[in-house]
T-cell receptor, first 116, second 110 residues
Framework: GAVVSQHPSWVICKSGTSVKIECRSL??????MFWYRQFPKQSLMLMAT?????????EQGVEKDKFLINHASLTLSTLTVTSAHPEDSSFYIC????????????FGPGTRLLVL | QKEVEQNSGPLSVPEGAIASLNCTYS??????FFWYRQYSGKSPELIMF????GDKEDGRFTAQLNKASQYVSLLIRDSQPSDSATYLC??????????FGAGTQVVVTP
């Protein structure tokens, strides 16, 4: 149980284009999903907290107009990287927390983004 | 001062031995504690969580919590080469966001 999927697992795009990443909780309902970014050999960095039916809360320094988050249902959150640039190339990982209120976060497998 | 501290390692452990990983936290009000394993190039996967003082065992893994001393540890018994990974200690803050330690890299040598 508690499986989280992400799609796509890999994406290569040209600078200036937008990329959408999906995060789904497959066997549970998630009122809260989190989006992280991880650069090579660095720690996970929380980008934003996504709550179903409301606006996402972004961490300090994360541009909300560049990283658009939508959490339209209890099983799906999307992250759109708008006008991607090479410095946005990273490993993007989502996690989901059950609607039961428990604090456990289940992580998706991650999406590698390479912007050329 | 970082809120969650871990030794970054690497912690070199002979195959079959016990790996001992430590994590300290600064918020005395923290109630729950999580250990994740992250293989290189992969996302974190949950190993176990602990809420109460004392030991909690799950297979070859044992989590130990001491709230008075504000530390939580993870023991890996009979370490295998497949246990070579980075182990992350995570403590939720009052908003439910995880505060992660830097992670301890474990290398199990045959």
């Amino acid at each position: 149980g508690a499986v989280v999927s992400q799609h796509p697992s890999w994406v290569i795009c040209k600078s200036g284009t937008s990329v959408k990443i999906e995060c789904r909780s497959l066997d549970f309902q998630a009122t809260t999903m989190f989006w992280y970014r991880q650069f090579p050999k660095q720690s996970l960095m929380l980008m934003a907290t996504s709550n179903e039916g409301s606006k996402a809360t972004y961490e300090q320094g994360v541009e909300k107009d560049k990283f658009l988050i939508n959490h339209a249902s209890l099983t799906l959150s999307t992250l759109t990287v708008t006008s991607a640039h090479p410095e946005d190339s990273s490993f993007y990982i989502c996690s989901a927390r059950e609607a039961t209120g428990r604090e456990t976060q289940y992580f998706g497998p991650g999406t590698r983004l390479l912007v050329l | 001062q970082k809120e969650v501290e871990q030794n970054s390692g690497p912690l070199s452990v002979p195959e079959g031995a016990i790996a001992s990983l430590n994590c300290t936290y600064s918020d005395r009000g923290s109630q729950s504690f999580f250990w994740y394993r992250q293989y290189s190039g992969k996302s974190p996967e949950l190993i176990m969580f602990i809420y109460s003082n004392g030991d909690k065992e799950d297979g070859r893994f044992t989590a130990q919590l001491n709230k008075a001393s504000q530390y939580v540890s993870l023991l890996i018994r009979d370490s295998q080469p497949s246990d070579s990974a980075t182990y992350l200690c995570a403590v939720p803050d009052s908003w439910g966001k995880f505060q992660f330690g830097a992670g301890t890299q474990v290398v199990v040598t045959p």
